[in-house]
Structure formats: C-alpha cells, structure tokens
C-alpha cells in the first residue's frame, strides 16, 4: 500500500470523528506490517481530558487484536471535515508509538497542498523513553 492509498483511508476515517467542541475531525490509518490497515478518528468529551485522538484509537484496535508490529500511520484533519494543513501526532500519541515502533516507522501527514509529507518516529521523537530503558 502507498502513502496516497493510505491517506485516502485516514480521509475517510476522518468523517467518523465526534468532534462537537472543536469541530476539527481527525483521521489516521495505521499499517501494520501483515498488510491490515486499522483507521482511527478524535473522540472528543465534554471534559477535554478524556478525549481521544485518531492515531491512539488506531492504534489501540489494532493492539486489541492482537498486532505489535506496525509500517505507517497516515494522519489528516481539519475544522468541520475540510482537510487543512498538518496535523502531526501530539506527544502522548508520538509516546505510544514509541511504545509499540522502531525508529524507522513513518507518519505520513497531509500537507496544505493535499499531497503527503513522510517523516520517521525517529524525526517526530528523536530523544525518548523507550520500552528498553524500563
């Protein structure tokens, strides 16, 4: 699967965000490495703090299922829908990609133009707590 393919997947995730205070939706698809895609959207809350963004939602049903091994997340947002710009992973999200990816392991964001910017967990996180220093 390409990065475009991915992205189209992570835009279509997006239309399932519950986003009623931001109204930015978020889309991700995770890739893991056996080919199966996982999509993930914001799920917002009242009380802020028990929002969820769409990378961890990705992520943790894939991990439900029992997958640990992980290619790509592909990432879009934007206010009501409209893709705009980047919306790169937030620290807690880049964190439990560190828990469960290698240094290689890309994040492919939108970019303003509609195209695909790839970056590496290694680029987003270059200094972190890993699973190993445990």
Do not use: W
Not at 38 to 66: H, L, Q, S
Not at 106 to 119: K, M, R, S, W
Request: net charge negative; glycine share 10%; hydrophobic share 35%.
């Amino acid at each position: 699967m390409n990065k475009e393919q991915l992205m189209e997947l992570a835009l279509e995730a997006m239309t399932h965000s519950y986003s009623p205070y931001s109204g930015i939706k978020v889309g991700a698809a995770l890739l893991c490495s056996d080919g199966t895609v996982y999509g993930g959207c914001n799920i917002e809350n009242v009380g802020f703090t028990p929002t969820v963004c769409a990378e961890r939602t990705a992520f943790f049903k894939a991990i439900y299922d029992g997958h640990r091994d992980f290619k790509a997340i592909a990432v879009c947002g934007g206010k009501n829908g409209v893709p705009s710009g980047q919306f790169p992973p937030c620290g807690v999200c880049r964190q439990v990609m560190r828990e469960f990816c290698k240094d290689d392991f890309q994040i492919i964001l939108q970019n303003a133009e509609g195209g695909c910017d790839v970056f590496t967990l290694k680029d987003l996180l270059p200094v972190s707590f890993r699973p190993e220093n445990y």
